[in-house]
């Protein structure tokens, strides 16, 4: 399985933009959706959501396991929190009453109109985050990643340390690969030994010691590279420059403004409790 | 630069060392947290060894190098896993503050760091186990952000907690036992 990050979007529409505009928009648009909890609203967040996610072109078969991922883990969290919740809905108007349908065997909680809805809900506006946010780790060019957050607004130094993690990344992972393969010729079973879960974690020890240690004594040369430069003794200069164009402006305009609509939406009508769809209710 | 020398003005530097360490300790949590998950029995929680990273980074590099593994390596991992960077954002800084708190132990268990390698290593165990418990009361913020139930939100903090530390009490005083010697070996 690769969980490396790839620039899978290169030369689309989004990967063309300011990569400020693809940190921002998400920013923006994770802020709007998490106000709202009109499924009508939503809905029209998902559309904006999975348009942007279109522009970057982004093959399915290369993402395939992250939306696997995603949508398995969503629809977990969302069944999770069903359960845990035991029938009480967050977001109700005060004067609204649940319509139950039953109740769920074992667990006893009652499933009713309204913590379907809320359940749903909640799927649709995780999705909608995903959707835009995917893009992020596939259609942003990993060269300039460390002048995009610094130009955010990000300390230079930090804006350095997150280019170099992206960067360290494939390299580790690939380290990881090597010292699982040489430790399982040196004889390691990961897969027998107890069944328990402390003895499967301390089964880990040979494969996360090594990886650890060696990364962190292989870094010796890097911070001497970064000390002989004379790193953080001046103010750091970028190779590449930014500068948004007028079609960023107006992306960056419409999520600011999605999110102004949202956020006076939400204080002034009903878009931040629940609306239940009246076929939804028995006999509505 | 480790716990056991640390002095207060020194806890905050950030310097080349304090970048790279901290690139690396994200990086190697955003990579390992996907790849082993380990259930918990009886529960919906996986405990992930490759959290160990983020208390044992703080513990042994110091509190922003603690913060910056949890806080990006979090993201990283959730944005590699398809999750997305920002979508449990309250999460990243919950594991952020564990690592913070861990590489606060120069102010809280300064009599401990200054014994021998074996009460460093329980130390390290300490701290992190310390950081767990708090860092991750920042998940709470979920009532806010996802209009979650506060009993749902206990559930996920116990079994949260519970996972890491599992994770950080076996693994983070071997990590601390087995840098130390290369960390003399290298002059550090």
Request: hydrophobic share 50%; net charge neutral; glycine share 12%.
């Given at each position: 399985m690769n969980f490396a990050p790839r620039y899978l979007g290169r030369g689309s529409w989004l990967a063309r933009r300011d990569p400020r505009v693809l940190v921002l928009s998400v920013a923006c648009f994770v802020l709007t959706a998490i106000q709202v909890w009109d499924l009508r609203l939503l809905a029209g967040f998902v559309v904006i959501a999975f348009l942007y996610y279109r522009s970057a072109r982004i093959p399915f078969r290369a993402v395939r396991f992250q939306w696997t991922f995603a949508i398995a883990f969503v629809s977990f969290v969302v069944f999770s929190n069903v359960i845990f919740a035991s029938g009480r809905v967050q977001r109700m108007p005060d004067d609204a009453v649940q319509h139950v349908y039953m109740y769920l065997p074992l667990f006893g909680t009652p499933i009713s109109a309204e913590s379907v809805t809320f359940a749903v809900t909640q799927w649709v506006r995780f999705m909608a985050m995903i959707a835009?946010?995917?893009?992020?780790?596939?259609?942003?060019?990993?060269?300039?990643?460390?002048?995009?957050?610094?130009?955010?607004?990000?300390?230079?130094?930090?804006?350095?340390?997150?280019d170099l993690t992206w960067r360290f990344v494939p390299s580790f992972l690939a380290d990881?690969?090597?010292?699982?393969?040489?430790?399982?010729?040196?004889?390691?079973?990961?897969?027998?030994?107890?069944?328990?879960?402390?003895?499967?974690?301390?089964?880990?020890?040979?494969?996360?010691?090594?990886?650890?240690?060696?990364?962190?004594?292989?870094?010796?040369?890097?911070?001497?590279?970064?000390?002989?430069?004379?790193?953080?003794?001046?103010?750091?200069?970028?190779?590449r420059e930014l500068r948004f164009d007028r079609t960023d402006r107006l992306v960056l305009a419409g999520f600011f403004a999605l999110l102004i609509a949202s956020t006076v939406a939400a204080w002034t009508s009903g878009a931040a409790l629940l609306w239940v769809p009246p076929f939804m209710i028995p006999g509505g | 630069m480790t716990a056991a020398t640390m002095n207060r003005s020194s806890l905050w530097s950030v310097d080349s060392r304090t970048i790279v360490y901290s690139a690396i300790g994200a990086a190697?949590?955003?990579?390992?947290?996907?790849?082993?998950?380990?259930?918990?029995?009886?529960?919906?929680?996986?405990?992930?060894?490759?959290?160990?990273?983020?208390?044992?980074?703080?513990?042994?590099?110091?509190?922003?190098?603690?913060?910056?593994?949890?806080?990006?390596?979090?993201?990283?991992?959730?944005?590699?896993?398809?999750?997305?960077?920002?979508?449990?954002?309250?999460?990243?800084?919950?594991?952020?503050?564990?690592?913070?708190?861990?590489?606060?132990?120069?102010?809280?268990?300064?009599?401990?760091?200054?014994?021998?390698?074996?009460?460093?290593a329980v130390a390290g165990a300490v701290a992190g186990a310390i950081g767990v418990v708090i860092g991750l009361l920042i998940t709470f913020t979920d009532i806010i952000k996802?209009?979650?139930?506060?009993?749902?939100?206990?559930?996920?903090?116990?079994?949260?907690?519970?996972?890491?530390?599992v994770a950080t009490i076996i693994l983070v005083p071997i990590l601390v036992y087995a840098w130390e010697p290369v960390k003399e070996r290298l002059g550090r």
């Open positions: 835009v946010g995917l893009p992020l780790a596939f259609a942003l060019d990993p060269e300039v990643l460390g002048v995009t957050f610094a130009r955010l607004g990000v300390p230079y130094r930090f804006a350095f340390a997150i990881f690969h090597n010292t699982v393969d040489a430790q399982r010729v040196r004889g390691l079973e990961l897969s027998t030994g107890g069944r328990g879960p402390i003895a499967r974690v301390r089964r880990q020890v040979p494969i996360l010691v090594p990886t650890v240690v060696n990364a962190i004594a292989g870094a010796e040369d890097t911070i001497d590279a970064m000390d002989l430069r004379s790193f953080g003794t001046v103010k750091r200069t970028w190779f | 190697l949590y955003g990579v390992l947290v996907n790849v082993v998950k380990i259930p918990l029995p009886g529960s919906t929680v996986d405990v992930r060894p490759a959290f160990a990273l983020v208390p044992f980074f703080g513990f042994a590099f110091g509190p922003v190098v603690g913060l910056f593994t949890g806080l990006v390596g979090n993201m990283i991992g959730d944005q590699i896993s398809g999750w997305g960077l920002l979508t449990s954002y309250n999460w990243s800084i919950a594991n952020g503050a564990v690592g913070l708190i861990a590489g606060l132990a120069p102010l809280f268990l300064a009599s401990w760091l200054n014994r021998g390698l074996s009460m460093r996802d209009a979650q139930d506060v009993s749902t939100s206990t559930t996920y903090y116990t079994q949260a907690v519970i996972g890491d530390l």
